[in-house]
């Protein structure tokens, strides 16, 4: 079974920067689209930052200048470096990734279980 551990959250003020590092195992192919998601309180899930399955980036527009995603695929890990943290970037960021398990690419979705980010004012 694939896993998804996410790490490096925390509290921080607002101006700050933090680093959000995911790494998955388990049975591993091949992952396709890898990236970051965010769930505030009250509010759906939503994509923060993502690798596409053709090899581009996505951005929230919130994000954009201040969030940069990066990918080691020989560690199968991503990470998101935020800065200019603001307070409403305050939520459970997700690891997500599109995995295949069998060597016969079929996909399947996986999440990790989140890491909280707060920033404070």
């Known amino acids: 079974q694939v896993q998804l551990v996410e790490s490096g959250g925390g509290l921080v003020q607002a101006g700050g920067s933090l680093r959000l590092s995911c790494a998955a195992s388990?049975?591993?192919?091949?992952?396709?689209?890898m990236g970051w998601y965010r769930q505030a309180p009250g509010k759906q899930r939503e994509l923060v930052a993502h690798?596409?399955?053709?090899?581009?980036?996505n951005y929230a527009d919130s994000v954009k200048g201040r969030f940069t995603i990066s990918r080691d695929n020989g560690k199968n890990a991503v990470y998101l470096q935020m800065n200019s943290l603001k307070p409403e970037d305050t939520a459970v960021y997700y690891c997500?990734?599109?995995?295949?398990?069998?060597?016969?690419?079929?996909?399947?979705?996986?999440w990790g279980q989140g890491t909280q980010v707060t920033v404070s004012s």
């Open positions: 997500n990734a599109e995995v295949d398990e069998s060597g016969s690419y079929s996909f399947y979705n996986f």
């Open positions: 388990g049975t591993i192919f091949r992952i396709n689209a």
């Open positions: 690798f596409t399955s053709g090899g581009s980036i």
